[in-house]
């Protein structure tokens, strides 16, 4: 069991910085590959990024691509996604999320563990 809790959302200006972090419980936050999700209103929940167990594995949405970043350190049972030069359509709720496959997964259903979200907003 993994319980994970999304931190660091907020408002900001387009072409502003905040970095997210999903603080997990538990032994073994290192067995997990863990994912960022977003969701706006009135659209389906979407992948952000991703990043396998070991951090060998990354994967950015084109939309991200050069301006946000992923990362962990399993030391601390904490991963991050530091988003840059953000832009007005990234404005959504978003998740933190894992499962226990070794490669990141784009698709919401593989992931089993939620965090409770966080809200970034980007005003113009």
């Known amino acids: 069991q993994v319980q994970l809790v999304d931190s660091g959302g907020g408002l900001v200006q387009a072409g502003g910085s905040l970095r997210l972090s999903c603080a997990a419980s538990?032994?073994?936050?290192?067995?997990?590959?863990m994912g960022w999700f977003r969701q706006a209103p009135g659209k389906e929940r979407e992948f952000v990024a991703g990043?396998?167990?070991?951090?060998?594995?990354?994967y950015y949405r084109d939309a991200v691509k050069g301006r946000f970043t992923i990362s962990r350190v399993n030391a601390k049972n904490t991963a991050y996604l530091q988003m840059n030069s953000l832009k007005p359509e990234g404005t959504a709720v978003y998740y933190c999320?894992?499962?226990?496959?070794?490669?990141?997964?784009?698709?919401?259903?593989?992931?089993?563990?939620w965090g409770q979200g966080t809200q970034v907003t980007v005003s113009p």
């Open positions: 999320a894992a499962h226990k496959g070794l490669r990141v997964e784009v698709l919401a259903p593989w992931y089993i563990y």
């Open positions: 990043i396998s167990w070991s951090g060998g594995d990354i």
């Open positions: 538990g032994r073994t936050f290192s067995a997990y590959t």
